[in-house]
């Protein structure tokens, strides 16, 4: 057997146990990265075992109705306010004369909890808690609150015609704004709005039950 056989013999033999170990490293490697994500990312709760709530607010033959899917559990040792019961999601839906106009899950941030029955979850963490109905000058305008559970969290508005375009929305929290689209007094005084009526809340309003605080 000559020297040159037996050394590209050997060469392949390294190749291939080198391919191998890498191979073999990388399989672990991979391996150990999915048993740790599947270790820290939340175990999501079954669609079938969601509960579900409607809220519907109209004025003449324009409605919106918020749908709320949620798990009838509370947080386990809470170092914020949050609410009862947890949302999962919060989908708006816009009618006219009941033509579905709009469907859409508004900004909400999702924050993941262990809940009181152990459970790691991400749930809503800036929870839609009021809508409402405000007439102009023509038209109705629909309003969204959303509120985050404490001082610091983000807070939620959004003004929409009764088209379901958004007019108006404001995304923050006491140091950042988010996301921004229109000005608000301008909003209200081109579509004739009473600024006082809409500042205090004296409008048709209807709050997202049930939430604790």
Do not use: W
Request: with cysteine; hydrophobic share 40%.
């Amino acid at each position: 057997m000559s020297l040159n056989f037996l050394f590209q013999g050997l060469l392949t033999f390294y190749l291939i146990s080198s391919e191998m170990i890498v191979n073999y490293k990388i399989s672990m490697r991979f391996e150990d990265f999915c048993t740790l994500k599947t270790m820290t990312f939340p175990n999501q709760p079954d669609k079938d075992t969601l509960l579900t709530d409607s809220l519907v607010i109209q004025e003449a033959d324009v409605k919106m109705i918020v749908i709320s899917k949620y798990i009838n559990d509370s947080i386990l040792n809470p170092d914020r306010i949050i609410f009862y019961p947890l949302y999962i999601s919060q989908e708006i839906q816009i009618f006219n004369k009941n033509k579905l106009l709009r469907s859409y899950f508004p900004i909400q941030d999702s924050i993941t909890i262990i809940t009181s029955a152990g459970n790691k979850i991400s749930v809503v963490g800036n929870a839609i808690v009021q809508i409402g109905i405000i007439r102009g000058m023509d038209n109705y305008f629909f309003t969204i609150e959303g509120y985050g559970g404490c001082n610091s969290c983000p807070e939620y508005l959004e003004i929409l015609n009764e088209l379901g375009k958004t007019l108006f929305l404001t995304y923050h929290d006491k140091t950042y704004v988010y996301k921004n689209i229109g000005n608000l007094e301008l909003i209200l005084e081109e579509n004739d709005i009473d600024e006082t009526l809409f500042h205090e809340g004296k409008y048709l309003t209807k709050r997202i039950n049930p939430l604790k605080y």
